[in-house]
């Protein structure tokens, strides 16, 4: 089988045995068409379903134009026929499987035989839809240079408003046997579009080029803005229908890929055949390309905390360790001194071990913390103290071998850390009342380490701190991801997102542990900051602000603002700080550095708070 994406050529090896076995039946009436004397059609592969009532079938001679060839990758090559059927839910374009490098040329009129399948990008399990194929082909070349099919717009007045149909219960959910509705769901209009040519104009780019040559643009100029360009996914119903991916066929060592970042444009005319991969869905692999205009998108500075405020801050560093180019070091080093202005207290999330992702047994970050706050001092910034927890070995999840964890930095000219007893992976802090105040028994402390919520994943440090006399308690956390969730163009609607189960768990966990504070004092400050991994809009979320216990603060800001992370050309919220009713007034900044820009020092926007406790 081949591979739905040219990043990985072996992922073929792996989904070798996704043809949608029982997945994907054909009928006998098919069988039937497929036997008999008319010629079979491209319309007819496809059908009105996504997927074919001929699969398993042998067919011959079925004609069309090449209109893509792609040598690299998933190699093989698309066909379309230039005499459309009348029935919109029929795509007249497919993807013919060579495995080796095709032969054919864009132009060629063709005749194909061979077997029709139902590739799955990802395998059985990833939910993903599948892609019609003939796989196995015997091509004949009936003659050349011919005019090609016109490639259908997509614009804004095509792509319908609604995502996606419900799935079937009966069928667990799947949408794969509803016949196509192109007209109501963009779902439905991009699948009937399958393998065909199909062009946009000049449209806004709003996910940044990727390092495996892809970028996401916006049909839609006027859907859900964010107010630096890029479109905020704000619910699970607003899927943002006017989202395309945007690859290209040339090999990259004949035509680089063209470097865009959020708020850029996509000029003049990309065309090219309709394809489905599993690292975004439908997909337009662009025989011709636009050309970017850029835009005038700078990484933002937030405004320095006044004498009497205090400034936390959150920031996931991916997977920092002293094996990362000191470049790395610098850059993250810059962006906390010149873009988070040097914050008081600042929580890191993916600190490695002193040795990376070499699995060796080693768990102190001494050496990577040394590193990155001497890089920080070296910027202009202040002379940081840390406090952490080491995690015993490979019990958090990550890379195996670079034991992740998140640490605390402090800037101790203008707050301290209150150090009680420190507490190690496997011992719990608590909280007691001292002198009529909450205290923690183990500051740095983890959080019910021992909590099944939290196995195979970082759990939450806990400390005290004091500034201007006033005690603040910030738990920063990095919650379980979102692998295994199931994509927004799965056969299944509504998507499974599996791993929400997790952090559900660990929310209530944060949750309670937060209530046994303000149980000793309604009005504690106390912070909840982090890589949450999930929206502002979730089950988690409502789970940590369950009981009042807590506020997702970056909810204060504008929707058009609201968002961390830039994922499938959706803006979104994964990193957070939550604010416990003690702390009234706040001034809340997500500080967009990298995840609009193809130029990242790491896939997060660090987050920022400021108030006066």
């Known amino acids: 089988m081949r591979s739905s994406h040219p990043r990985s050529a072996a992922v073929a090896a792996l989904v070798a045995t996704a043809l949608a076995t029982g997945l994907l039946a054909g009928t006998a009436d098919a069988a039937e068409g497929a036997a008999s004397a008319d010629p079979t059609r491209i319309h007819d592969i496809q059908g009105t379903t996504r997927t074919s009532p001929l699969v398993g079938k042998q067919v011959t001679d079925v004609e069309g134009i090449v209109t893509g060839v792609r040598t690299y990758g998933s190699r093989g090559f698309w066909i379309q026929d230039p005499d459309a059927d009348d029935n919109d839910a029929t795509s007249e374009g497919v993807f013919v499987f060579t495995s080796s490098v095709p032969t054919v040329a864009v132009g060629d009129a063709v005749k194909v035989s061979g077997t029709v399948g139902e590739y799955i990008p990802g395998g059985l399990t990833s939910g993903n839809q599948s892609v019609t194929q003939i796989s196995k082909p015997v091509v004949t070349v009936v003659s050349s240079g011919n005019a090609l099919p016109a490639a259908t717009a997509v614009n804004e007045y095509s792509v319908p408003c609604d995502y996606a149909p419900a799935g079937d219960p009966a069928a667990a959910g799947s949408i794969n046997a509803l016949t196509l509705e192109p007209s109501r769901y963009a779902l439905d209009y991009y699948e009937s579009l399958e393998g065909m040519s199909v062009k946009i104009g000049t449209s806004r780019v709003v996910g940044a080029t990727d390092p495996y040559a892809e970028l996401w643009v916006t ?131 993916e600190i490695q071990d002193d040795n990376g992702a070499k ?9 990577t913390l040394t590193k990155f706050t001497a890089a920080i001092a070296a910027a202009g910034g202040p002379a940081y103290q840390w406090r952490t927890v080491d995690p015993e070995n490979n019990k958090d999840g990550g890379e195996p071998g670079g034991n992740i964890r998140q640490v605390f930095l402090f800037n101790p000219a203008r707050v301290s850390f209150t150090e009680r007893a420190p507490g190690d992976a496997v011992t719990a802090t608590g909280v007691v009342k001292e002198k009529g105040k909450p205290a923690l028994t183990h500051s740095p402390g983890r959080i019910d380490p021992a909590n099944a919520a939290w196995a195979d994943s970082r759990k939450p440090l806990a400390g005290e701190f004091v500034f201007r006399g006033k005690t603040v308690f910030v738990i920063a956390n990095h919650f379980g991801s979102k692998g295994g969730d199931e994509g927004l163009t799965s056969s299944h609607q509504p998507p499974v997102r599996s791993s929400e189960a997790k952090r559900l768990l660990q929310a209530q966990a944060v949750n309670g542990f937060v209530k046994s504070i303000l149980a000793v004092d309604k009005k504690a400050a106390v912070l909840v900051v982090g890589d949450i991994n999930d929206f502002e809009f979730s089950g988690t979320t409502k789970a940590l602000e369950d009981g009042g216990a807590l506020y997702a603060a970056i909810k204060s800001l504008p929707k058009a603002e609201r968002y961390s992370y830039v994922y499938q050309g959706n803006a979104q919220v994964l990193d957070q700080i939550l604010t416990s009713p003690g702390i009234k007034q706040f001034s809340y900044d997500s500080v967009h550095i990298n995840a609009e820009f193809s130029n990242q020092n790491s896939d997060h926007d660090p987050q920022v708070v400021r108030f006066r406790p």
């Open 219 to 349: 049909v839609k100029g006027w859907e859900n803005n964010a107010k630096r360009g890029g479109t905020v996914y704000g619910s699970y119903e607003s899927q943002n229908t006017g989202r395309l991916q945007i690859q290209q066929l040339a090999p990259l060592a004949q035509q680089p890929f063209p470097v865009a970042n959020v708020g850029d444009k996509l000029v003049g005319t990309t065309e090219g055949p309709l394809d489905f991969n599993q690292f975004g869905g439908y997909t337009l692999v662009a025989r011709t390309l636009g050309t970017v205009k850029a835009g005038t998108l700078a990484p933002e500075k937030t405004k320095a905390q006044a004498s009497n405020e205090l400034a936390v801050a959150t920031y996931n560093v991916e997977n920092l360790d002293p094996g990362d180019p000191q470049e790395k070091f610098d850059n993250l080093a810059k962006a906390v001194v010149e873009n988070l202005a040097s914050p008081d207290v600042l929580a890191l999330e």
């Open 359 to 367: 699995n060796d047994g080693t768990v102190s970050a001494e050496q």
